[in-house]
Each structure stands twice: as structure tokens, then as C-alpha cells.
């Protein structure tokens, strides 16, 4: 089968033939459907961040994937059903925190992340998952189900932030995303679709006419320009933020984070930054945790549990959001494409590796339930695409 | 009455003739037994902190009160109770913070506190506070419920970082202090004394011999010189900690806590200080609160809950504990003695305005009860330090 692969001789991505693998007990066969690319794959691709297999020369990408049970094997997972695979894996098998179904609070060395450390992706055409680690989701979800991981890591950064104001009556009314790339997106969809926040906000650096920003702007939210109005600057210029999500990697905004959040306010810290020096007011920074028990939370990866709510809040999106967001689907040929990010146009890319439309009526010889919502409508933007772009 | 105040004309704290306030409906007039001395009154006094009364040249000062019942109005108090009074009040009355019993998380501007901010303290022979903000405590803990207010910022802080880390399993074993002054040491008193964690450590910056690091030790802790163990080096010196409260107001520690935190740690941050402008790798400070899920939260103040369960607390503190934190109780003529915090011997002072032992004998004509340990013993050893003090 074929799989794109980073590795130890050659540059960028590359596409591989290896063995269809054998499920061990308890595992299933998926047959991939999509994968998608974000930061990390960047990253591993340029050598700032991931490590191969012991004794590898290669590492096969892909760690946002959705596909279906090829062999169910000895597990209790049936033919033709639509999974997407969590992440980390535990590389002895014997972990607390993996036993306690809480991987993604696992110390860093004590497991692999399937496409990212130590351990082989979902990138190819197939790929093997001890069925604990597959979430099921509804077929209506089988094109899109890529998003269910990053849209996983957007609700365990959540459920941590709001635990955080658990002790105390928090009824926050603002919330504002740092970032406008496909994560920063994904965590404006949710906010925005659900009733905790009356105002959000989405902070960018891009020039309009932009398809972020009209994102932005139809899921209610209003587009900051960080150019125009720095982090610190918010309060003043829009108003005091209750919660926000940082999603640029950029250290700076980490830390003005403290500045912009109202009283009693979280900032949940995702983007993964590498060193960077810079002076700050310190004493001011601390004082103002301090004086208006702010707090700061960092999160990184997710659960099962994240998987399920992620599945559930995928569902409420609208479909324009989630047609706008993923720009393009490249078929396997293709693969490249998937990874250039220079374009202003771009936000999210995925790969096909197997087309669903045709085994879902071939196993399941059913038409569209009602809960699928406008399926059949993703499906011609996705195969226009797919021609304009195979 | 005599008050202890500071003035507009007049530097450092002077003695006052006030007249006797006259209780409110809903205010019980207290005879004010003692008043600690902590921080806050250091920095209102030499400016840097505090707001007098609108309208008025002098702040009573003193946050740190336990007085006993002299008049309970129209409240259900009855004369001889015991009360700690917590500190912030609303000056308008209306206040959905305070009407949630929450006063501690109401914004800055939307509040007083009684001897610091805008409304006259405790430090008078006499004060009058409406009585849902006066918690009743035993009698055993007439001579020393002055640390309950303290002991109750500390709960408040337990509680925050508690609840930031109850979305998954938590289980921390080792705790750092940073700071060994009074608050810092009723903060490792508090983790010593509960079975929560197997390992203290309280970082200091002084030359044995000293009292607080003989504290640190009776209490089970290890005591770390900040001089030969800065914060980022403590976990490859000792351990990574799952829980540290900041308590020294020194920023720079409060960024190099998330160095020192273990994976899913979280930093309590106490300290109030000043603007300070520093270099940090705040890229590698995000990374690290992000990969390793850590947290740090600010935490200020405390609220009728906190002082039920500092109440509570301060119970189970061993005597030598207790004894050997209040270095000094002074009588109302030598107050001045209780601001002097030179010595390297002092550790809380406090200053005695009316003594409860006289009061008690005839207001219950009942000795103690079981409950109330070794008062007789602290009385001693306080009778004999007011006899060379006074």
C-alpha cells in the first residue's frame, strides 16, 4: 500500500510502499478515508519537532484521520463502520494514565503520538488501531471526520479552563481566539455555536478581502487586526475578555494573554512555540494574576472524551463553516499539494486516500439518513474540487 | 477609643483617639482582642498600597482581627462570641459578588477592604461590621483566630488550583512553598498538616541558624536556599513539584515556577508586586505550559467559605506551630514594636488590644472545653512575652 512518509534520506514528504499491516489481536484494519494536515506536520516535516520509530529510517505522517473498519478482527467493531483514531499510544503498554483513559495527561517520554512520535501515522492507505482507540462517529461525519481530533484538542483545552473557574460563579460573556488558522478557527466555531459567549472575538494579521476573516465575520464574531490593535491594547480598543484561547504558537501573545482578560478571566495556551527571549513587565504581569485571579492553563492533546464531545459539536457546525474551512482535498497523487501553505486561501487541506461515497453504498446499500445533514452537498464541492485539483 | 491608623499628615502609623462606633441595624459592635500584622500594612505605610476613606485624612489600618461580641444589636450574635470579621465590603450595598458570598472575586474599583482600600480597619479598641461578615470561631481560638484571615487566603488559593486540576485524575505528592514568611509558612503548615502531599519543600533566602527554618523542618519540610538552589533549578536538585504556591511577591520567581512544576502541575501565585521588567525564554515557558498541561493561578482575598475552613484548620496546627509563628504579641502602648520587622527573629507579630482571658472568665464563667488544646499554654507563653514586652 502506499503511505507519505517523512525520512531520515530525504527531504520533505514522500510517498512509500509498505505491507498492508496484519491487525494483532484486538486491533482493527481501517481503510483510511482522509487525513488532514496541520502545524505539527509542518513542523516534523521541517525537523523542529517529532522523532521516528526505534530503529526506523522513516515516519509515517498523519495524526488527523478518519476511516472506515476494513477488518473488525476480534473486536466489536463492525465492517464499513466510520472511526477517527486518537493520538497517543502507550508505548509498553502498561500506564496509568492511559488505563485511566486520560493519555493526553500522560508526562512527555512515557508515550508515542501515532504521526508525530515514535510511531507510524494514519498517512497510508491502510492502517491498524487497538479498537479503544478508535472513536466511532456517524457516517454522516465520514468526510469530515478529520476534524474531530482537532476539534478534540479545542474541547479538552476547554474543559480545562473552565474546571479552573469551577470553584467560583463564572458567567463569562466575551471570548476571543488568538489565531485565525484551522485551529483558532475550530475553537470560534464552538464558541460561537454554543450559549456561553454573547461576543466573540478572532485575532488575525491578514489583509481583507481574506476567507478567515469572512469566516470570522459569518459566525458572528468580530475580526481583530493585531497589526492595528495589539493584544494588550484589547481592552481598551474592544473590551476585556472572559476567556481566551491562544492558538499561534507566538510566545508574545501568551503572556499579553494576562493583560487582555477581564477579572476572574482564563487563557487557555495551545500553540507550541520554540525558545524565544523577550523582556516583559513581570512584576505587572503578576500582579495582575494576581490582584483579579487570572489564570493560565496550557493544554495539549485530548482524550476519548474529548473525541465524543468533539463528534457531537462537529454536528451543530454549519455547513458553510465547515465547507469554508476545509479549502481543499487533494486526491493521493497529489499529495503534495496538501502540505503547501503559502497561499493566503489556504486553511485546512486534507487527503484522500479512499473515496467513501462508493464503499458506503456498497456496504451499507442505504441511502442518507436524515441526521447527515447536507452531505450530499459537501460531496459535490469536495469531488468538484477533487477534479479541479486531480 | 484609641485606633492605630495611618494620616495624611503624618508618616508611619500613629495612635488615634476615635470615638466608639455605634452598631448599624445588622452590625454587632466588637471589642477588638487582637490585630496581626502582615505585608499589606508594611506597604500602606510606606505608600505604595491602600486608599483612604473618601473624604477623610486617616485609615484605620488592621485586615487581621479577632474581637470578641461586645453588643450584637439586632443580629443573632450573642455577647462574648468570638468573631474573625472578613475584609472587603461593598460601599454601595448592591453587588452581585458580594450578594453570591463571593466578594473575593468582585473587580477592583467595586470594592472596599476594611483597613487597606477606601473603609477603615480593625486596628481600634472598638469596630462595628454587619454580622454576615463576621465568622463566629471557638473560643479555644480567641488569642489567635487573627491568623484565620490569613490562613483563609490560603484556602482561597488551594481552592483555585484544586479545582484547576479536577478534569482529570490528580494526584499530587510534592508540594513547594516559596517564601518563608508568615503566609508562606501557614501555607506548609496547611500542606504538612493534610495527607494530601508526601513531600514539602519551602524555599527561603536566609543563614541557619533561623526560626523559619526551624519551622520548616519540625513541620517534615526541606528547607531550599533560593542563594544555592534558584526556583528553575529545584527539579534536578530535589523533584518537580505538582503544586507550588507562590508567597514572596517576587515576580521572577512566579515565571520560573512553571520550570519547576512537574507535568500537570499547577502554581498558586500570592505575591503582590510592584512592575518589574525582566528577560524570560517565554517561548520555552509557553512550550512547557502547554506540553505538560500546567497552570498557574492567581489568587487574591478569600470569602466566608475560606474562613469557615481556615477556622477549621488552624484547629489541627500543632501548638508549637502556632507558637513559634507569632514571635511577638505587644500591648496597645507599644504598638509601634509590631511594624518592626528588622529582626531576623521575627516572624508574625501581633498586637494585643484587649485581653480575652478576663473576658472570657467572666462573660462564661465556664473553664475549657476539650476542644480547645493548650490555650493555657499559649496564654503563658504570650502573658510572659507581653511581661517583657510591655
Not at 494576581?290 to 454549519?318: C, Q, W, Y
Not at 503534495?336 to 485546512?348: E, L, N, P, Q, S
Request: aromatic share 8%.
Amino acid at each position: 500500500m502506499q503511505a507519505i512518509a517523512v525520512s531520515r534520506d530525504s527531504e520533505g514528504p514522500i510517498c512509500i510502499e509498505k505491507p498492508r499491516p496484519e491487525p494483532e489481536p484486538g486491533e482493527a484494519l481501517i481503510q483510511t478515508l482522509r487525513v488532514g494536515i496541520d502545524g505539527t506536520d509542518h513542523e516534523i516535516i521541517n525537523g523542529s519537532y517529532g522523532e521516528y520509530p526505534d530503529g526506523e529510517d522513516h515516519l509515517v505522517l498523519g495524526h488527523e484521520a478518519v476511516g472506515m473498519v476494513e477488518d473488525p478482527g476480534t473486536t466489536n467493531l463492525e465492517r464499513g463502520d466510520i472511526v477517527t483514531p486518537t493520538v497517543r499510544r502507550s508505548p509498553n503498554g502498561d500506564s496509568v494514565y492511559f488505563d485511566r483513559g486520560e493519555p493526553d495527561m500522560a508526562p512527555e517520554g512515557s508515550y508515542h503520538e501515532r504521526g508525530i512520535i515514535g510511531s507510524h501515522g494514519y498517512f497510508s492507505e491502510f492502517f491498524t488501531s487497538q479498537a479503544h482507540h478508535l472513536a466511532s462517529i456517524p457516517s454522516s461525519l465520514a468526510q469530515v471526520g478529520f476534524l474531530v481530533e482537532p476539534l478534540s484538542v479545542v474541547h479538552k483545552a476547554i474543559e480545562l479552563a473552565t474546571s479552573s473557574r469551577s470553584s467560583f460563579t463564572w458567567e463569562p460573556t466575551a471570548a476571543l481566539v488568538l489565531g485565525n488558522g484551522s485551529l483558532g478557527l475550530l475553537m470560534l466555531a464552538h464558541l460561537t455555536t454554543t450559549d456561553t459567549y454573547k461576543r466573540c472575538y478572532c485575532l488575525g494579521r491578514r489583509d481583507r478581502p481574506d476567507p478567515t476573516i469572512d469566516i470570522i465575520e459569518r459566525l458572528g464574531a468580530t475580526y481583530i487586526d493585531s497589526r492595528e490593535t495589539p493584544v494588550d491594547m484589547i481592552p481598551s480598543a474592544y473590551e476585556s475578555m472572559d476567556f481566551i484561547c491562544e492558538a499561534t504558537g507566538y510566545a508574545p501573545h501568551a503572556f499579553k494573554t494576562v493583560d487582555a482578560l477581564a477579572p476572574n478571566g482564563v487563557g487557555a495556551l495551545l500553540g507550541v512555540p520554540d525558545s524565544l527571549n523577550f523582556e516583559i513587565d513581570g512584576g505587572a504581569l503578576h500582579n495582575e494574576l494576581v490582584l483579579h485571579n487570572k489564570a493560565l492553563i496550557g493544554s495539549v492533546n485530548s482524550n476519548m472524551s474529548h473525541f465524543e464531545t468533539a463528534t457531537e459539536d462537529l454536528r451543530t457546525f454549519p455547513d458553510w463553516f465547515i465547507d469554508s474551512l476545509i479549502t481543499d482535498v487533494y486526491p493521493l497523487s497529489k499529495f503534495m499539494h496538501a502540505f503547501d501553505d503559502d497561499d493566503d486561501t489556504t486553511i485546512k487541506t486534507a487527503v484522500q486516500l479512499s473515496a467513501y461515497e462508493e464503499r458506503w453504498w456498497s456496504h451499507r446499500k442505504c441511502g442518507w439518513t436524515s441526521q447527515t445533514r447536507a452531505v450530499e452537498g459537501w460531496n459535490r464541492g469536495w469531488i468538484e474540487r477533487l477534479a479541479r485539483n486531480g
